[in-house]
């Protein structure tokens, strides 16, 4: 029967049928509406008139002591199972805490932001282990096929290459990688092919090489600070796309990242290393100088960017300002560029395109804005 078959009668939540109902022995039915839910019973009563006051509140009752009865036990359950399992959690708590207080020891003489620090370098540290052992699965292949690799890390003053650099080479096998980071040139560089540096340090067979910069200074930093010609700019420019094809064409494996940190982060840092004992070492002059030169430097690196892309040795653009992020993400791409043996397909090597991204959307980020 539905709603519109009852009249609502006197007495709060208690509605009578319109018509006796031949299902029930030709009895009238009452519905009663309780706790936002309609319940049906039938009366005893063959007349609708026959239903009093008394008798319907005794209905009521005896409907809602049958109600209240089923919620009074579940209450008294759940009041049994909440106590024990309150118990249960001050039992677990406590063993909780007596753990981490035996592994973080006197803990309260460390700033907070200092532990969470530590305690979140531990965590990347695990992310970062499954694809560091891929890395020495991608030597040994190297070394199987007798191939080299060079790996090309750019990009501006604290953008994270030298962190990145460390956390990938940490469980390498040292006897077959090398990791160059060329200083000043000698009087006697200045005289050769601006090549030539770079060639000596290439690898052998087997092999991995590291560049922390490379001949991309001539690219970005030796235009900037004077340190070459307008000419010597632009016949570097015209020429090495074709040297890197050469390079490939030859069996050589080069992969190009560029860290890529915005300016804001940049300054974040310069002021740590500043302000930080432990890194003062790594401020210098010229990093005085980046934020100052921050428009000068992303021209030249647009230039670079646009000129310096091919399909036989692209550039790799990974956003740093999360160093943490932008090391996984250089580890897949160096590992997506070579079918090594014994790939563990389980990982997701898949880039993350919020760090992980295209030149061409680096262009046109730069495009819009300089902070990049």
């Known amino acids: 029967m539905n709603l519109s078959d009852f009249d609502i009668t006197s007495y709060s939540g208690l509605y009578i049928s319109k018509d006796s109902h031949p299902k029930f022995g030709k009895k009238y039915i009452a519905r009663f509406q309780y706790d936002k839910k309609r319940y049906v019973k039938v009366l005893g009563y063959e007349k609708r008139d026959k239903l009093t006051l008394d008798s319907a509140n005794r209905l009521m009752?005896?409907?809602?002591?049958?109600?209240?009865?089923?919620?009074?036990?579940?209450?008294?359950?759940?009041?049994?199972?909440?106590k024990n399992n309150f118990d249960e959690e001050i039992e677990r708590l406590k063993e909780e805490n007596l753990f981490f207080k035996s592994i973080l020891k006197n803990y309260k003489s460390i700033q907070p932001e200092v532990l969470e620090e530590g305690i979140q370098k531990i965590y990347d540290l695990q992310e970062l282990k499954p694809y560091q052992i891929e890395l020495i699965k991608l030597q040994d292949w190297l070394e199987k096929e007798n191939k080299r690799m060079i790996i090309i890390f750019e990009g501006r003053d604290a953008s994270g290459k030298g962190g990145a650099i460390r956390?990938?080479?940490?469980?390498?096998?040292?006897?077959?990688?090398?990791?160059v980071a060329l200083g000043k040139p000698t009087e006697t560089q200045r005289n050769q092919w601006f090549m030539q540096k770079y060639i000596e340090h290439f690898p052998t067979g087997g092999e991995i090489v590291l560049f922390d910069r490379s001949w991309y200074n001539r690219a970005m930093v030796e235009p900037v600070f004077g340190f070459c010609t307008p000419e010597e700019h632009e016949i570097f420019m015209e020429d090495i796309v074709n040297f890197e094809q050469d390079l490939v064409r030859q069996g050589m494996i080069l992969i190009k990242l560029y860290f890529s940190v915005s300016k804001e982060e940049q300054k974040r840092r310069f002021d740590r290393r500043i302000n930080d004992p432990l890194r003062q070492w790594k401020f210098s002059e010229v990093d005085m100088q980046a934020q100052d030169l921050w428009d000068e430097f992303s021209e030249k690196k647009y230039e670079m960017l646009r000129r310096t892309t091919s399909r036989s040795a692209p550039w790799h653009i990974v956003r740093s300002d999360d160093k943490h992020l932008s090391r996984i993400e250089a580890l897949k791409i160096i590992l997506n560029s070579v079918d090594y043996d014994g790939r563990n397909y389980a990982l997701n090597f898949e880039p993350n395109e919020d760090v992980n991204i295209s030149v061409q959307k680096e262009l046109l980020q730069m495009r819009k804005t300089k902070d990049y």
């Open 61 to 82: 009752e005896n409907f809602k002591d049958s109600i209240l009865k089923d919620v009074k036990q579940n209450i008294k359950i759940t009041q049994k199972t909440t």
């Open 167 to 179: 956390r990938i080479t940490r469980y390498m096998n040292n006897k077959h990688y090398r990791v």
